[in-house]
Every structure is written in C-alpha cells, then in structure tokens.
C-alpha cells in the first residue's frame, strides 16, 4: 500500500510569487484534502476535494485554489504570496464512501517559507 | 481559525509514567481523532472513536469519546522513548463531512 507523498519537501519563495505543491494520494483513496501548520499550532483546514471538484472549503481566500486530477492526485496553488503564508502545507487523503468520510492519512508535508 | 481546547501545552515525564491528554469544544463533534506528529512527517493516525462514550484502545494508547460529545481524552500507560512527539486531538461537527478542527496540541517530552 502506497502511502500519500508530497513534493517539495521545502521551498523558498519571495512576497508576490506564486507556488504549486504536489500530492499523490494513498492508494485507493479517492479523496484528497490540503491543511496549512504554522509553527506550533494544528492544522487548518484549507480544502477538500472529490471527484475533482472541491466539495468543501475553509476560511482561506480565493488566491488559495486547487486541482485533482482523475488519478486522484493533487495540486494546491497559492498566488501572490504573503509572508504570513509560511507553513508545513500538509495533503491528505482519504476514502469518501456511503456519504462519509474515512480518517485522513497525512503526507510529510512541504515547507513552504516566503521572504 | 477554531480550534480546540487541547491540554496540557506540555508534558515532561519520566520513563514508565502513565499520560492523560484531553479536548474540548464548544460545540458537538461526532467524530473525535487522535493523532501523534513527530519532526520532520506529518500526523498519523492514532485512534478514532465515532460515538459518545465509546472507548477504544490502541496498544498502550486508550482514547475515549465524552457523553457530552464535547470533550475526548488520551492516555498513554508506561510511557516509552519513543511517545515523545506531538499529539494532536482533531474533532468533526455533525454538519460536516470533510472539515476536521485540531487541538493545538501536546508536546510529550521523556526526561532521561
């Protein structure tokens, strides 16, 4: 069973740029969802998605966007970075059957870190 | 963001101790997870619990869903070297399918 994996693993990016962060998702999962860690606290949720379209989102804006592609994998875009944006960006996935969710299985995450 | 009322902050602890962590929230959860996050990886699955009250053990890791369904506890009994990382406590509203709400977490440290 392949677990779910994340690349980069850490990146540096200027205020204004913009980033992609890769996940591939633990086989025979379908569904897949981004958080965002800041340093010493829990994750935040920033979307989910399934059938690749997002079916659920939390408080972050627009400039936050994503894909999933039809092998389930997907990408997490972020435009026009703040400094505020440095994080672990964490990617999990999950199986989303009978109209639930099972427990999410997290990636390594990428570091992202904005000067 | 909301997140959940997780403590303590941290934990120093000698080799052999029992651990008890709990959570809680202002509003109903019907799921409750724990999770254990070390440096460098991301969560992972501890335990899950789906029903006020339901206890569930994992080892030397027992976890418990209040009758509330506002609150969960961890232990940890004989605590070993490797439980050291941070433990995370993450809840699901009963209006959400997907949207998990996370503790701030507990950092378990073992004192040599």
Redesign the interface.
């Known amino acids: 069973e392949t677990g ?1 994996t994340q690349s980069p693993t850490h990146l540096i990016k200027t205020r204004g740029q913009q980033v992609t962060l890769r996940c591939s998702s633990q086989s025979g999962h379908n ?1 897949v ?1 981004w ?1 965002q860690q800041a340093l ?6 920033i979307f ?1 998605y399934y059938r690749e379209e997002e ?2 989102r ?2 972050f804006p627009p400039r936050f966007s994503g894909l999933q592609f039809p092998n389930y994998s997907s990408e997490l875009n972020v435009n026009a970075l703040e400094l505020d944006d440095s994080a672990l960006y ?1 990617c ?1 996935s999950s199986s ?1 059957r009978g ?3 099972s ?7 990428t570091r992202l870190t904005v000067t | 963001g909301q997140q959940l009322n997780q403590s303590p902050q941290s934990m120093f602890i000698q080799e052999g101790e029992d651990v008890s962590m709990n959570c809680t929230s202002s509003s109903i959860f019907n799921t409750w997870l724990w999770y254990k996050q070390e440096p460098g990886e991301g969560p992972v699955l501890l335990i899950a619990l789906y029903k006020a009250g339901e206890l569930t053990s994992n080892g030397r890791l027992t976890a418990q869903f209040g009758i509330t369904r506002k609150d969960s506890f961890l232990n940890i009994s004989a605590s070993i070297p490797s439980d050291v990382g941070i433990y995370f406590c993450a809840g699901k509203h009963m209006d959400s399918n997907y949207q998990l709400i996370w503790g701030a977490g507990t950092k378990l440290i073992i004192k040599p």
Do not use: E, I, K, R
């Open positions: 779910v569904t969802s958080y010493g606290q829990g994750p935040q949720f989910q079916n659920g939390g408080n964490l999990a989303f109209g639930s969710n427990p999410l299985h997290f990636g390594n995450g």
